[in-house]
C-alpha cells in the first residue's frame, strides 16, 4: 500500500492492513483489495493481473515522479486516439497506464 500512497500523495482514508486501503484525491476514490488465497480462493492467480489507467495533467511529470519512487516506465511515450499515454508498473508487478488526454 505504501507504494499508492507514495504515488497518490496522500495517506490511505480508509485502511485494514494487508487487506484494504481506500484512497480519495480530487474526488476519486480508489479502493485496492488485497487477497488471500487461503481466505477467497475464487481470487487465487498470478500478480499482475490489474491493469489500473490513472489520467494525468502532465506526463512527463508524472513519469518523473514514477521513476522517483524506483519504478520508471520501460518504454517510450505511446500515441493513442485518446492521448499521450505510458505503462509503468507496479511493485506486484500490475499495469499502471498513465495518461495525459488530448488538449481541446
Request: hydrophobic share 30%; with cysteine.
Amino acid at each position: 500500500m505504501g507504494f499508492y500512497q507514495d504515488l497518490l500523495q496522500c495517506p490511505p482514508k480508509h485502511y485494514q492492513p494487508e487487506i484494504y486501503a481506500e484512497f480519495e484525491r480530487h474526488g476519486v476514490r480508489l479502493g485496492i483489495f488485497q487477497t488471500r488465497p487461503e481466505a477467497w480462493p475464487e481470487f487465487d492467480g498470478p500478480s499482475g493481473a490489474l491493469s489500473l489507467c490513472l489520467t494525468v495533467d502532465d506526463l512527463e511529470g508524472a513519469i518523473a515522479h514514477l521513476t522517483q519512487l524506483g519504478y520508471p516506465p520501460p518504454d517510450a511515450i505511446r500515441l493513442a486516439s485518446h492521448g499521450r499515454e505510458i505503462y509503468g508498473y507496479d511493485p506486484d508487478g500490475n499495469r499502471l497506464i498513465l495518461y495525459e488526454p488530448k488538449k481541446g
